[in-house]
Structure formats: structure tokens, C-alpha cells
Nanobody, 116 residues
Framework: QVRLVESGGGWVQAGGSLRLSCAQS????????MAWYRQAPGKQRDLVAR???????NYADSVKGRFTISRDYAKNTVSLQMNSLKPEDTAVYYC??????????WGQGTQVTVSS
């Protein structure tokens, strides 16, 4: 089935940048949407950014203007460019895939830590 592997997480200073990448392998449906979610300890998992099969994007208000989601169909990857990082961005970031047919998959998560 669909497998998702995140990479690019790390520890950065406030104001810095990171670029996360999610590689999708296994069965790939032609129509799918991919997204990034994040979850801090003790908090729920929240949507950060989403990109549809047609390339339409949406963002959480908290990251709008700072983060950019993009996808590369040839490489089966989705990326999240994170600029002007803030301590409140600290969380585990998860890649998410859905096939518009009720199926959804999660990556294992990658830690992002932003220090003040």
C-alpha cells in the first residue's frame, strides 16, 4: 500500500528555515491530495498545509505567508518550505496522503524544534 517517509526535520533557531520532504512509495493513485500536519506534546494533530491533485493549496492561519507546500509528481514527493520559524512551530510534522476515495495514510513523523 501507500508508504510515506518524511525527512528534513531538525533543530533551528527562531527566524531560521527548514525544508521538509515526504517521499511516497508503493501504490500511487492518480488522484490524491497530500498534506502536512503537526502535533506538539499534549496537543491535537492540526493541519498545517494541504495541496490537491490539481495543485491548489491551503494553509493554517498560523503559518500563512511563512510556509509553502509543493509537490513533484515525477518524484512522488511533497515538500514544506518553512521560513521565519517560531518556537510555537515546534512539533512533530506528519505527511498525509488521501486518495479522495476514503483512503488515507500517514508518515511516521519528523521532529522540528525551534529555539528562541
Amino acid at each position: 500500500q501507500v508508504r510515506l517517509v518524511e525527512s528534513g526535520g531538525g533543530w533551528v533557531q527562531a527566524g531560521g528555515s527548514l525544508r521538509l520532504s515526504c517521499a511516497q512509495s508503493g501504490r500511487n493513485f492518480r488522484l490524491n491530495a497530500m498534506a502536512w500536519y503537526r502535533q506538539a506534546p499534549g496537543k491535537q494533530r492540526d493541519l498545517v498545509a494541504r495541496i490537491t491533485s490539481g495543485g491548489s493549496t491551503n494553509y493554517a492561519d498560523s503559518v500563512k505567508g511563512r510556509f509553502t507546500i509543493s509537490r513533484d509528481y515525477a518524484k512522488n514527493t511533497v515538500s514544506l518550505q518553512m521560513n521565519s520559524l517560531k518556537p510555537e512551530d515546534t512539533a512533530v510534522y506528519y505527511c498525509h496522503y488521501d486518495d479522495y476515495r476514503g483512503g488515507e495514510y500517514w508518515g511516521q513523523g519528523t521532529q522540528v524544534t525551534v529555539s528562541s
